[in-house]
């Protein structure tokens, strides 16, 4: 996982035995004049490493380049389940929203803030309001668009699956005009 570009440790240290007799002055600000350098220690900023996290699982994928039509069908099956959830979550928001004192709270003048009376409390409630309707549009506009992503990615299977039969179909002649040809006297 770990790639070594320079054959380098991954750390090098000098230790202090090798500084001279005397730690060396670095003029750092007016308010701080030096600074003592007791030692030395390096990363090898040349090691390439790729965090597990972003390592594909026993069973995942990963940067598979090749695709076939099950496999196009389970990524538009979710896509499409991710974009119900999504769909479904904008609409049960609505609950955080009505516990805030609903749409109209944070605009009605007068009206106490579900935040309280303190100073600041109605800005506080009116930010949030803005914020609730942003995130919840927003969580919307992605499930629309992973419907619309699944929806193109069945408009490039049913390309693929016609490109296929469109293959098979000249195989099947090909190997019919072999037969032909081999059965004619030459």
């Known amino acids: 996982m770990t790639e ?5 440790p991954d750390r090098t240290e000098i230790p202090d035995e ?8 670095v003029p750092m600000t007016p308010l701080v004049p030096t600074m003592h350098l ?5 990363d090898n900023v040349n090691r390439a490493e790729r965090p597990t996290a972003l390592m594909p699982g026993a069973n995942e994928a990963g940067a598979q380049t090749e695709w076939d039509a099950s ?10 389940s991710h974009a119900d959830f999504l769909h479904k979550q904008s609409y049960k928001m609505v609950e955080i929203q009505d516990t ?5 709270a944070p605009g009605v003048p ?4 579900p935040l309280g009376t303190f100073p600041r409390a109605q800005d506080l409630a009116t930010k949030h309001s803005s914020l609730f309707t942003s995130t919840q549009q ?7 668009d992973l419907y619309q992503a699944a929806n193109a990615l069945r408009e490039v299977k049913e390309n693929y699956e ?3 039969r469109a293959n098979a179909m000249t195989a099947a002649e090909m190997n019919r005009i072999f037969a032909d040809a081999s059965n004619e006297p030459a």
Do not use: C
């Open 4 to 8: 070594d570009r320079t054959g380098s």
């Open 18 to 25: 090798i500084r001279l007799d005397n730690p060396i002055p």
């Open 38 to 42: 007791d030692g030395v220690t390096m």
């Open 71 to 80: 496999s196009l069908d389970e990524a538009i099956r979710w896509l499409e």
């Open 100 to 104: 805030m004192g609903g749409s109209a």
């Open 110 to 113: 007068g009206q106490t803030s």
């Open 138 to 144: 927003g969580v919307r506009k992605l499930a629309e």
């Open 162 to 164: 016609t490109a296929e």
